[in-house]
Protein backbone atom coordinates (compact mmCIF):
# COMPACT_ATOMS: atom_id res chain seq x y z
CA UNK A 1 0.00 0.00 0.00
CA UNK A 2 1.44 3.30 -0.81
CA UNK A 3 2.09 5.89 2.06
CA UNK A 4 2.11 8.92 -0.35
CA UNK A 5 0.21 10.55 -2.67
CA UNK A 6 1.29 12.69 -5.29
CA UNK A 7 -0.71 15.97 -5.47
CA UNK A 8 -0.59 18.86 -7.75
CA UNK A 9 0.06 22.51 -5.75
CA UNK A 10 0.09 25.77 -6.46
CA UNK A 11 2.64 28.05 -5.68
CA UNK A 12 2.77 31.23 -5.74
CA UNK A 13 6.30 33.11 -5.72
CA UNK A 14 6.40 36.72 -4.08
CA UNK A 15 10.32 38.42 -4.95
CA UNK A 16 12.77 35.95 -4.48
CA UNK A 17 10.51 33.85 -1.91
CA UNK A 18 8.32 30.48 -2.68
CA UNK A 19 5.46 30.81 -0.78
CA UNK A 20 3.05 27.78 -1.27
CA UNK A 21 -0.26 28.34 -0.49
CA UNK A 22 -2.57 24.97 0.48
CA UNK A 23 -5.49 27.02 -1.51
CA UNK A 24 -5.85 28.10 -4.92
CA UNK A 25 -7.47 30.87 -3.88
CA UNK A 26 -5.73 34.26 -5.87
CA UNK A 27 -4.94 31.85 -9.21
CA UNK A 28 -7.65 31.84 -12.05
CA UNK A 29 -7.92 29.00 -14.37
CA UNK A 30 -8.40 30.48 -18.06
CA UNK A 31 -9.22 28.84 -21.01
CA UNK A 32 -8.07 30.10 -24.01
CA UNK A 33 -8.95 27.41 -26.41
CA UNK A 34 -11.51 28.01 -29.91
CA UNK A 35 -13.48 24.60 -30.26
CA UNK A 36 -12.92 22.68 -33.16
CA UNK A 37 -15.83 20.62 -34.34
CA UNK A 38 -15.80 17.00 -35.68
CA UNK A 39 -17.27 18.18 -38.97
CA UNK A 40 -14.36 20.79 -39.98
CA UNK A 41 -11.64 18.51 -38.93
CA UNK A 42 -12.75 15.18 -40.72
CA UNK A 43 -12.63 17.86 -43.68
CA UNK A 44 -9.43 19.39 -42.86
CA UNK A 45 -8.20 15.92 -42.76
CA UNK A 46 -9.79 14.06 -45.76
CA UNK A 47 -8.46 17.05 -47.78
CA UNK A 48 -4.99 16.63 -46.76
CA UNK A 49 -5.16 12.67 -46.95
CA UNK A 50 -6.74 13.16 -50.73
CA UNK A 51 -3.78 15.22 -51.53
CA UNK A 52 -6.51 17.70 -52.29
CA UNK A 53 -5.33 21.97 -52.61
CA UNK A 54 -5.48 23.17 -49.28
CA UNK A 55 -5.18 26.79 -48.90
CA UNK A 56 -2.95 27.25 -46.10
CA UNK A 57 -1.65 30.92 -46.70
CA UNK A 58 -4.24 32.68 -44.15
CA UNK A 59 -4.74 29.79 -41.59
CA UNK A 60 -7.56 27.64 -41.08
CA UNK A 61 -10.12 29.72 -38.45
CA UNK A 62 -12.69 27.04 -38.62
CA UNK A 63 -10.67 24.58 -37.10
CA UNK A 64 -10.61 25.97 -33.81
CA UNK A 65 -7.26 26.43 -32.01
CA UNK A 66 -4.23 24.49 -33.66
CA UNK A 67 -1.14 23.58 -32.82
CA UNK A 68 1.98 23.24 -35.47
CA UNK A 69 5.72 23.18 -36.52
CA UNK A 70 5.85 23.03 -39.96
CA UNK A 71 4.03 24.88 -42.55
CA UNK A 72 0.62 23.63 -41.39
CA UNK A 73 -0.42 22.31 -45.11
CA UNK A 74 2.77 19.55 -44.85
CA UNK A 75 2.63 16.03 -44.01
CA UNK A 76 6.17 15.40 -44.53
CA UNK A 77 8.75 15.25 -42.00
CA UNK A 78 9.46 15.05 -38.27
CA UNK A 79 8.39 18.18 -36.48
CA UNK A 80 5.05 17.07 -35.81
CA UNK A 81 2.65 17.75 -32.39
CA UNK A 82 2.76 14.51 -31.03
CA UNK A 83 6.91 13.85 -30.84
CA UNK A 84 6.86 17.13 -28.65
CA UNK A 85 8.30 16.19 -25.51
CA UNK A 86 5.86 16.90 -22.55
CA UNK A 87 7.90 18.79 -20.66
CA UNK A 88 7.69 21.32 -23.26
CA UNK A 89 4.13 21.95 -23.17
CA UNK A 90 4.09 23.42 -19.33
CA UNK A 91 5.94 27.02 -20.23
CA UNK A 92 5.67 30.50 -18.50
CA UNK A 93 3.16 32.80 -20.49
CA UNK A 94 4.46 36.26 -21.47
CA UNK A 95 1.58 38.04 -23.36
CA UNK A 96 2.74 40.73 -26.25
CA UNK A 97 -0.13 43.38 -26.46
CA UNK A 98 -0.44 44.80 -30.14
CA UNK A 99 -3.96 46.19 -30.08
CA UNK A 100 -2.56 49.43 -30.24
CA UNK A 101 -0.85 48.67 -33.48
CA UNK A 102 -4.05 47.04 -35.38
CA UNK A 103 -6.54 49.56 -33.81
CA UNK A 104 -4.36 51.45 -37.14
CA UNK A 105 -3.30 48.84 -39.25
CA UNK A 106 -5.46 45.73 -39.01
CA UNK A 107 -2.99 43.91 -40.95
CA UNK A 108 -0.50 45.05 -39.76
CA UNK A 109 3.48 43.19 -40.50
CA UNK A 110 5.36 43.22 -36.69
CA UNK A 111 8.61 44.18 -37.94
CA UNK A 112 11.77 43.56 -35.86
CA UNK A 113 12.29 47.44 -34.77
CA UNK A 114 8.92 47.70 -33.62
CA UNK A 115 8.75 44.38 -31.65
CA UNK A 116 11.98 45.30 -29.66
CA UNK A 117 10.27 48.16 -27.34
CA UNK A 118 8.84 44.92 -25.39
CA UNK A 119 10.30 43.42 -22.96
CA UNK A 120 8.92 40.16 -23.60
CA UNK A 121 10.46 40.32 -27.37
CA UNK A 122 14.05 41.90 -26.61
CA UNK A 123 14.89 39.75 -23.57
CA UNK A 124 15.73 36.19 -23.48
CA UNK A 125 13.53 35.03 -21.07
CA UNK A 126 14.89 33.68 -17.63
CA UNK A 127 12.57 30.21 -17.82
CA UNK A 128 10.60 28.11 -20.65
CA UNK A 129 8.60 30.62 -22.64
CA UNK A 130 5.60 30.54 -24.27
CA UNK A 131 4.81 33.89 -26.20
CA UNK A 132 1.19 35.23 -27.00
CA UNK A 133 0.64 37.27 -29.05
CA UNK A 134 -2.43 38.71 -29.21
CA UNK A 135 -3.35 41.23 -31.90
CA UNK A 136 -7.05 41.51 -31.10
CA UNK A 137 -8.50 39.57 -33.95
CA UNK A 138 -12.39 38.22 -33.08
CA UNK A 139 -14.02 35.57 -34.04
CA UNK A 140 -16.12 38.01 -36.63
CA UNK A 141 -12.83 38.94 -38.41
CA UNK A 142 -12.45 35.19 -39.74
CA UNK A 143 -14.50 36.80 -42.32
CA UNK A 144 -12.06 38.63 -43.55
CA UNK A 145 -10.48 34.99 -45.10
CA UNK A 146 -11.17 33.84 -48.46
CA UNK A 147 -10.19 30.38 -47.95
CA UNK A 148 -11.37 29.47 -51.80
CA UNK A 149 -9.17 32.55 -53.17
CA UNK A 150 -6.76 32.18 -50.92
CA UNK A 151 -6.83 36.04 -49.66
CA UNK A 152 -7.10 37.76 -46.43
CA UNK A 153 -6.17 40.30 -44.42
CA UNK A 154 -4.36 38.88 -41.07
CA UNK A 155 -1.59 40.72 -39.07
CA UNK A 156 1.15 38.71 -38.59
CA UNK A 157 5.25 38.17 -37.87
CA UNK A 158 7.86 39.68 -40.31
CA UNK A 159 10.58 37.39 -41.55
CA UNK A 160 13.12 38.95 -39.32
CA UNK A 161 11.17 39.06 -36.45
CA UNK A 162 10.67 34.85 -36.85
CA UNK A 163 14.69 34.90 -37.35
CA UNK A 164 15.23 37.08 -34.13
CA UNK A 165 12.81 34.66 -32.16
CA UNK A 166 14.63 31.95 -33.46
CA UNK A 167 18.02 33.13 -33.27
CA UNK A 168 17.70 34.99 -29.84
CA UNK A 169 15.22 34.15 -27.64
CA UNK A 170 16.99 30.85 -26.72
CA UNK A 171 14.23 29.95 -24.28
CA UNK A 172 11.28 30.84 -26.20
CA UNK A 173 9.55 27.28 -26.62
CA UNK A 174 6.32 28.00 -28.44
CA UNK A 175 4.44 31.18 -29.77
CA UNK A 176 0.83 31.63 -29.56
CA UNK A 177 -1.53 34.39 -31.55
CA UNK A 178 -5.24 35.19 -31.64
CA UNK A 179 -5.10 35.02 -35.40
CA UNK A 180 -5.64 31.95 -37.95
CA UNK A 181 -1.57 32.55 -39.18
CA UNK A 182 1.60 33.64 -38.46
CA UNK A 183 2.49 34.61 -41.75
CA UNK A 184 1.69 38.12 -42.64
CA UNK A 185 1.58 40.24 -45.56
CA UNK A 186 5.38 39.87 -46.11
CA UNK A 187 5.38 36.05 -45.68
CA UNK A 188 2.15 34.58 -46.82
CA UNK A 189 2.83 33.83 -50.20
CA UNK A 190 6.30 32.35 -49.52
CA UNK A 191 7.17 28.57 -49.24
CA UNK A 192 10.26 28.94 -47.76
CA UNK A 193 10.51 32.62 -46.57
CA UNK A 194 7.82 31.83 -43.97
CA UNK A 195 7.78 32.38 -39.92
CA UNK A 196 6.49 29.09 -39.53
CA UNK A 197 9.53 27.27 -41.82
CA UNK A 198 12.15 29.40 -39.33
CA UNK A 199 9.99 28.89 -35.93
CA UNK A 200 9.31 25.50 -36.59
CA UNK A 201 13.07 23.99 -37.55
CA UNK A 202 14.23 25.62 -34.54
CA UNK A 203 11.88 23.39 -32.49
CA UNK A 204 9.55 26.43 -31.51
CA UNK A 205 5.97 25.73 -31.87
CA UNK A 206 2.90 27.43 -33.17
CA UNK A 207 -0.49 28.05 -31.49
CA UNK A 208 -2.68 29.72 -33.92
CA UNK A 209 -6.64 30.58 -33.52
CA UNK A 210 -6.60 31.17 -29.41
CA UNK A 211 -9.35 32.57 -28.36
CA UNK A 212 -8.45 35.43 -26.07
CA UNK A 213 -11.22 35.76 -23.23
CA UNK A 214 -10.49 38.39 -20.63
CA UNK A 215 -7.67 40.92 -19.50
CA UNK A 216 -4.87 38.97 -18.21
CA UNK A 217 -1.62 39.96 -16.36
CA UNK A 218 0.91 40.42 -19.45
CA UNK A 219 3.22 38.78 -16.98
CA UNK A 220 2.99 35.55 -14.17
CA UNK A 221 0.91 33.57 -15.77
CA UNK A 222 1.45 30.04 -16.60
CA UNK A 223 0.45 27.89 -19.50
CA UNK A 224 -0.49 23.99 -20.34
CA UNK A 225 -0.92 23.20 -23.88
CA UNK A 226 -2.18 20.06 -24.78
CA UNK A 227 -1.80 19.12 -28.30
CA UNK A 228 -3.88 15.67 -29.36
CA UNK A 229 -1.35 12.79 -29.82
CA UNK A 230 -2.30 12.53 -33.77
CA UNK A 231 0.19 10.60 -35.51
CA UNK A 232 1.12 11.49 -38.60
CA UNK A 233 -0.15 15.18 -38.92
CA UNK A 234 1.44 17.99 -38.54
CA UNK A 235 -1.31 20.10 -37.48
CA UNK A 236 -3.59 19.14 -34.78
CA UNK A 237 -6.33 20.76 -32.13
CA UNK A 238 -4.78 21.61 -28.57
CA UNK A 239 -6.41 22.76 -25.33
CA UNK A 240 -4.24 25.87 -24.08
CA UNK A 241 -4.93 26.70 -20.71
CA UNK A 242 -3.19 29.34 -18.19
CA UNK A 243 -2.71 30.30 -14.78
CA UNK A 244 -2.94 33.76 -13.68
CA UNK A 245 -2.70 35.42 -10.62
CA UNK A 246 -5.80 37.42 -9.83
CA UNK A 247 -4.51 39.98 -7.01
CA UNK A 248 -1.40 41.65 -7.64
CA UNK A 249 0.40 41.72 -10.84
CA UNK A 250 3.93 41.22 -9.15
CA UNK A 251 2.88 37.51 -8.91
CA UNK A 252 3.98 35.08 -10.79
CA UNK A 253 2.42 31.41 -10.65
CA UNK A 254 4.23 28.51 -10.66
CA UNK A 255 3.16 25.08 -10.44
CA UNK A 256 5.05 22.04 -8.55
CA UNK A 257 4.42 18.63 -7.15
CA UNK A 258 4.11 17.74 -3.76
CA UNK A 259 4.32 14.68 -1.78
CA UNK A 260 2.62 14.49 1.23
CA UNK A 261 1.18 12.02 3.92
CA UNK A 262 -2.71 12.02 4.20
CA UNK A 263 -4.38 13.70 7.04
CA UNK A 264 -7.27 11.20 6.95
CA UNK A 265 -7.71 7.76 5.94
CA UNK A 266 -10.00 7.05 3.29
CA UNK A 267 -13.83 6.49 4.12
CA UNK A 268 -14.06 2.85 5.16
CA UNK A 269 -17.63 2.63 4.02
CA UNK A 270 -19.69 -0.06 1.59
CA UNK A 271 -20.89 3.45 0.20
CA UNK A 272 -17.73 4.62 -1.68
CA UNK A 273 -17.34 0.74 -3.57
CA UNK A 274 -18.38 0.65 -6.82
CA UNK A 275 -20.42 -2.02 -8.01
CA UNK A 276 -19.46 -2.51 -11.73
CA UNK A 277 -22.30 -5.18 -12.75
CA UNK A 278 -24.38 -2.41 -11.82
CA UNK A 279 -22.98 0.23 -14.36
CA UNK A 280 -22.59 -2.48 -17.23
CA UNK A 281 -25.85 -3.54 -17.10
C1 LIG B 1 20.75 38.18 -32.60
O1 LIG B 1 21.27 39.22 -31.78
C2 LIG B 1 22.47 39.81 -32.25
C3 LIG B 1 22.94 40.78 -31.18
O2 LIG B 1 21.94 41.68 -30.79
C4 LIG B 1 22.22 40.47 -33.59
O3 LIG B 1 23.38 41.07 -34.09
C5 LIG B 1 21.72 39.40 -34.56
O4 LIG B 1 21.39 40.00 -35.80
C6 LIG B 1 20.50 38.69 -34.00
N1 LIG B 1 20.12 37.58 -34.89
C7 LIG B 1 19.02 37.64 -35.66
C8 LIG B 1 18.85 36.47 -36.56
O5 LIG B 1 18.21 38.53 -35.64
Not at 180 to 200: H, I, K
Not at 208 to 220: A, L, S, T
Amino acid sequence: MKKHIFFVTIIVEITQHIQCLSETRGIEVVDLTSPTTWKDMSKYYGAVENHWKVCVNCGAPQLGTAFHMEHFGSQLGSMQPAVVPTEYLLSRLLIVDLTTLTEINPAVVLTLDVALQWSALKHDPVEPTLLFFRFGWKEEDNRKINTKTCSCKVPGLSFELAEWIAANLSRVIGVATDTPTFESEQTREFSSRTVARVLGRSGIYMIENVHYRKKMPEQGCMAITMPLKLLNAGYAPTRLTAFCPTTRTDLSVVLGLMKIVPQEAAPNSRLYDVNLDEILN
